[in-house]
């Protein structure tokens, strides 16, 4: 059985965004899961817009890009 997050919704998006990573401008991964499961989606998303910043899923796993730069696509 998974364990609930012991932070409220609010301070887990404040402890992503507060990670040296985040702060610096580069990225972070997330279980998608897990952003459901302690924030809801809808709730990281509209974080996500209030920061400037982007998103990608793949696989279950969520890269956010703590910048405003643009993402280009390789392949």
């Known amino acids: 059985m998974a364990l609930a997050s012991p932070l409220s919704p609010a301070a887990w998006l404040d402890d992503i965004f507060a990670s040296k990573a985040a702060i610096c401008g580069q990225v972070i991964r ?11 989606r809808q709730e990281f998303e509209n974080e996500l817009k209030r920061r400037g910043f982007q998103a990608v899923e793949n696989a279950g796993q ?6 405003r730069e643009p993402i280009r696509r390789i392949a």
């Open 30 to 40: 997330r279980k998608a899961r897990d952003i459901e499961k302690f924030v809801g």
């Open 62 to 67: 969520v890269i956010i890009f703590c910048n």
